[in-house]
T-cell receptor, first 111, second 111 residues
Framework: GQQVMQIPQYQHVQEGEDFTTYCNSS?????IQWYKQRPGGHPVFLIQ?????EVKKQKRLTFQFGEAKKNSSLHITATQTTDVGTYFC???????????FGSGTQLTVLP | EAGVTQSPTHLIKTRGQQATLRCSPI?????VYWYQQALGLGLQFLLW???????NRGNFPPRFSGRQFPNYSSELNVNALELEDSALYLC??????????FGPGTRLTVL
């Protein structure tokens, strides 16, 4: 079945440093979504990418979808303490509406 | 607009007992997904219901089951509870966009 791998598992950064998490799928994806889960909270949808090579920005967050639609990345510029949490990618294939979640990257931002 | 709701918030059971968890999706959403999130780990897909039918299930034993009611709310049942079933159980709902909206979860503790 489809597998989605995400690295790194943990990342500690100083406030103001940049952060990137990477997501790789074993199969071609029809779309990829990113979610953020704050400590003690539930996952919250951030964005969806659909097109090959697509790049989307949300303030300090930049999301990319690879040309082959098998990988994606989330980059945060100048991290803030409010960025703390676990970031998950999640992909679906074909016409399936079911998502396969990556294992997540837990981000810690040190003040 | 009310979000996804789950009940109970916390549930404590002993080994061998049965647990029932409930989820109410966002109004108008026909799909409900169940995930298991063990402490510090990622989201493991359990079950997907859409329009009252089970569409897919993850790699979990048959003692994990559920159903979706005509009003699209859903129930997850876990029979013969084991210690390793202790986890946060998250429910999510979606419509056609594939974006999933998560509830706050039910924390199940098996003693």
């Amino acid at each position: 079945g489809q597998q989605v791998m995400q690295i790194p598992q943990y990342q500690h950064v100083q406030e103001g440093e940049d952060f990137t998490t990477y997501c790789n799928s074993s199969t071609t994806l029809s779309n990829i979504q990113w979610y953020k889960q704050r400590p003690g909270g539930h996952p919250v949808f951030l964005i969806q990418l659909v097109k090959s090579g697509e790049v989307k920005k949300q303030k300090r967050l930049t999301f990319q979808f690879g040309e082959a639609k098998k990988n994606s990345s989330l980059h945060i510029t100048a991290t803030q303490t409010t960025d703390v949490g676990t970031y998950f990618c999640a992909g679906s294939s074909g016409s399936a509406r079911q998502l396969t979640f990556g294992s997540g990257t837990q981000l810690t931002v040190l003040p | 607009e009310a979000g996804v709701t789950q009940s109970p918030t916390h549930l404590i059971k002993t080994r061998g007992q049965q647990a029932t968890l409930r989820c109410s999706p966002i109004s108008g959403h026909t799909s409900v997904y169940w995930y298991q999130q063990a402490l510090g780990l990622g989201l493991q897909f359990l079950l997907w219901y859409d329009e009252g039918e089970e569409r897919n299930r993850g790699n979990f034993p048959p003692r994990f089951s559920g159903r979706q009611f005509p009003n699209y709310s859903s129930e997850l049942n876990v029979n013969a509870l084991e210690l390793e079933d202790s986890a946060l159980y998250l429910c999510a709902s979606s419509l056609l966009s594939d974006e999933q909206f998560f509830g706050p979860g039910t924390r199940l503790t098996v003693l």
